[in-house]
């Protein structure tokens, strides 16, 4: 198989492997155009033992460095920074197995280095050695960094599976009861320790802090949505795998909604205003109503 053709057939788990690790998307697509091109650069020894071991190790790196410039940048984000929503239906590059909004969330709590290490060997089976080449550390450290975040993930990450028409069952239930401005409804759709947590990058209405309470949070939401213009385009999208909304007003996109269920009630609820975490989505949008 041709060099670009094997390139090709990889690229999908490479920009799911640096989006994984650095929450955006946009970041993600500037890692793996780079490691193409230290690819054409290689000589044929560096890259012929495994091309996917070899492309996994450079995306690795690669979003590791990038991940802690941002980490630094995130200190002084006004408000929240969360993930980058990423359309996923009929997106091959999005197929991995667990891409949801709320793991991602969780994953900003560790450290880079945690962070990339869980994700190579959860998600990439990568062995602790040939982590190590990532993170420049030992095997011996790189499974105390594994076992750490593994812990981390596992004592906050949801232990439930919920298919698809219940999440998008809730997910309507949400939106009906926001556009009727029904606080009662809306309270009981909410865990009584439902999150919300928004990024809209200091820009107001956003909240700065995460929204804590079923009542807060369904106040807060009733509150915001009539501050919205009176025409908004409200689209049903597949966001990270799961049913979500995305809300916009003459092509300009305002918030794209996720939430994450138990199927029994909403535990959290991330609203993402940022614009430019919304650009993917407002593509896909476009030439979802286009066709």
Known sequence: MRQDDAFAELRPAMLALAYRITGSRSDA????QDVYLRLRSASPKEAVRSLKAYLATITARLSLNRLRDAKARRETYPGEWLPEPVPTEGDLSFTAADMSFALLVLLERLSPAERVVFVLRNAFELSFAEIADVVARDPAACRKLF??????????RPRYTVDRER???????????????DLGKL?????????????????????????????AVARFVIAVTRMLPSQ?????????????????AGGRPIVAILIETDGERILSVFAVANPEKLSAI??????????
């Open 29 to 32: 697509e500037d890692i793996v």
């Open 147 to 156: 076992s750490r975040a593994r812990e981390r993930v596992l004592a906050e």
């Open 167 to 181: 999440h998008r069952n809730m997910m309507q239930g949400f939106v009906e009861a926001v556009r009727a401005g």
């Open 187 to 215: 309270v009981s759709l909410l865990d009584e320790a439902a999150v919300l947590h928004g990024d809209g990058a200091g820009r107001p209405p956003a909240n700065k802090k995460p929204v804590v309470g079923a009542e």
């Open 232 to 248: 908004v385009e409200l689209d049903e999208v597949e966001l990270n795998g799961a049913p979500a909304i995305f809300i916009s």
């Open 282 to 291: 407002a593509r896909s949008t476009a030439g979802s109503q286009a066709r």
